[in-house]
């Protein structure tokens, strides 16, 4: 429990509900008092931090549009081994 003391926060929804449900900025009292900063502006800041901060946990997927290629082409390298063995031994 704080007492006597006043924060300004922001909450900003999560634009990934997988990760974060929402976070929580604490805005600096001296920040607030500087001339030609709006509420929008603060938002949208705070928005953009979470966004970035997101981007940067979520997992990078292997492509899947070569995995066919690859299966095929392992199966294929692994019958000439199997012919060429075949071929030496006879």
């Known amino acids: 429990m704080v007492k006597g003391v006043a924060k300004r926060v922001i909450v900003v929804k999560s634009p990934d509900p997988r990760v974060f449900e929402e976070a929580i900025f604490i805005v600096r009292e001296d920040y607030m008092k500087t001339a030609g900063v709006s509420r929008t502006q603060l938002l949208s800041e705070a928005r953009q931090a979470a966004s970035s901060y997101v981007g940067r946990l979520k997992p990078q997927k292997a492509p899947k ?22 071929l030496l031994v006879l």
């Open 65 to 86: 549009r070569y995995m066919g290629l690859v299966i095929a082409l392992s199966s294929l390298f692994g019958s000439g081994i199997a012919a060429a063995l075949l």
